[in-house]
């Protein structure tokens, strides 16, 4: 009882931010939910039930329109409606923190979505599983016909890797094969496998990663993406002999100072295990091999610039920075521009 009662609390408390707080939904616009959509519907979001109804009957209509435009031959069109079909499921099961029955059903409509999407790709698609503690690692695979690279994307803590389609779609359009894997703590390894999170396993988690991605992709060059917590991880699997760059937008620091929102700290204490207090890497001591390209938001108010200048000055091998003055945290609204750079930078020799 007390766990449910924590539970709805934190749903509460996270309903109450994405009315209140116009920026909540910078992260899920750029990740691509139509803003006409959230327009309609954001204004009910006042219990977990009209969230849930509001994004099942969207997704519900993404899905039609996504098989009449299969039976019409417009496969590209109606991949990209199973897409963001498979998003709308997929923030149904963002808003429920703890792992429950009710949380999984929405996972699998969300994956079952993305699954139909693939299926009508140009881009091949390869599911994949490693294993962490006995626990499986659930991973997807987007491979171009003439990949040039690969990129391993490292997705913030608090996102799956499904949420993240439109960092594949541009990158393997630029022939760059993708890796994507769900760490501890994140969709389906964490919902459907069970594996918490603690920064040790994230550790594991990322060597796991690149060494897969080499023994599938061992005549490529492996380069790594990610953004917030993401790119801190980014920026320690920058270490990996077997990588040969690495970019990191807003990387989080676990010495920063300031205060969470209680929402996303009670969502991750639904995610980490009890002994952890957090999971993000420590940039001391690492032993930077590798080029590493680090972009900073001037209005970021989780990651300072005391902090980002200082980790860029440490870093003692080929750097790059940039960054923008308009920008909050993860740069939302220049995403298409920073992976567009992305590309430009990793294939720079």
């Not at 009209?50 to 031959?73: C, D, M, P, S, Y």
């Not at 994507?180 to 964490?190: E, M, T, V």
């Not at 919902?191 to 999170?197: L, V």
């Not at 972009?295 to 923008?324: A, T």
Request: hydrophobic fraction near 35%; proline fraction near 5%; glycine fraction near 4%.
């Amino acid at each position: 009882m007390n766990t449910r009662r924590q539970t709805m609390s934190t749903i509460d408390k996270t309903l109450l931010t994405v009315n209140l707080i116009d920026g909540f939904w910078d992260r899920w616009l750029a990740h691509g939910v139509d803003k006409d959509d959230l327009v309609k519907i954001r204004s009910s979001f006042l219990t977990k039930e009209t969230w849930i109804k509001g994004w099942e009957k969207l997704a519900n209509q993404k899905v039609l329109e996504a098989e009449k435009l299969k039976q019409q031959k417009n496969y590209t069109e109606a991949e990209l409606k199973f897409r963001i079909a498979g998003l709308y499921y997929n923030l149904i099961q963002w808003l429920i923190p703890e792992r429950t029955e009710e949380k999984i059903n929405w996972l699998i409509h969300s994956l079952n979505a993305f699954q139909k999407a693939d299926s009508l790709s140009e881009i091949r698609t390869r599911y994949a599983q490693i294993t962490i503690d006995h626990y499986p690692i659930f991973g997807r695979i987007r491979i171009p016909s003439q990949p040039v690279g690969v990129i391993v994307i490292i997705n913030p803590i608090d996102s799956t890797k499904e949420e993240l389609f439109t960092y594949e779609k541009d990158f393997v359009e630029k022939n760059f094969a993708t890796v994507s894997f769900d760490g501890p703590g994140q969709g389906a390894s964490f919902t459907i496998g069970g594996c918490k999170a603690t920064k040790e396993k994230w550790k594991t988690f990322i060597h796991e990663v690149i060494n897969y991605t080499d023994s599938h992709f061992s005549n490529l060059p492996i380069y790594l993406f990610g953004t917030s917590s993401g790119a801190s991880w980014s920026i320690y699997g920058s270490c990996h002999p077997k990588v040969s760059k690495a970019l990191a937008v807003s990387p989080a620091f676990p010495n920063e100072t300031i205060k969470l929102p209680d929402y996303f700290v009670e969502r991750l204490q639904a995610i980490l295990n009890p002994d952890s207090d957090h999971i993000l890497p420590s940039f001391d001591h690492l032993d930077f091999r590798n080029p590493i390209m680090l972009v900073h938001g001037k209005r970021d108010v989780m990651v300072s610039d005391q902090n980002i200048y200082q980790l860029y000055e440490q870093l003692p091998v080929e750097k790059c920075f940039k960054e923008y003055e308009e920008e909050g945290h993860c740069c939302n609204y220049k995403l298409p521009e920073i992976r567009e750079l992305a590309v430009s930078w990793f294939q720079q020799t």
